[in-house]
């Protein structure tokens, strides 16, 4: 599986951005999906997972919320719209897939995804 993040960038505080992230290689509707971030002098930290049937999102206290995350099967693309932006937001932002990934305790790990992509710088400062 091949994964491509985009659309990180640079917003002021309380701004907007809408990540994606494309798969391909394998059929989507078989991965779990999620998003963490890498800040800097920091280790990865979950942000947000949707299970491989899209009917389970789960999210990170800090960002309940301001952030939504969904799965498009028929575009094999995962979104994750940010809002409400906050300086402590600034990270590197990393999609993972999890073969038939369900559940909240094994997709906020990132030792249980398969695969990641590249990451997409977020900066949000004013």
């Known amino acids: 599986v091949q994964l491509q993040a985009s659309g990180g960038g640079s917003v002021q505080p309380g701004g907007s951005l809408t990540l994606s992230c494309a798969a391909s290689?394998?059929?989507?509707?078989?991965?779990?999906m999620g998003w963490f971030r890498e800040a800097p002098g920091k280790e990865r930290e979950f942000v947000s997972a949707v299970s491989y049937s899209g009917g389970s999102t789960y999210y990170a206290d800090s960002v309940k919320g301001r952030f939504a995350i969904s799965k498009d099967d028929a575009k094999n693309t995962v979104y994750l719209q940010m809002n409400s932006l906050k300086p402590e937001d600034t990270a590197v932002y990393y999609c993972?897939?999890?073969?038939?990934?369900?559940?909240?305790?094994?997709?906020?790990?990132?030792?249980?995804?398969?695969?990641w992509g590249q990451g997409t710088l977020v900066t949000v400062s004013s």
């Open positions: 993972g897939a999890d073969k038939l990934g369900a559940r909240y305790y094994t997709l906020k790990e990132a030792n249980n995804y398969d695969y």
């Open positions: 290689g394998r059929i989507f509707n078989n991965l779990g």
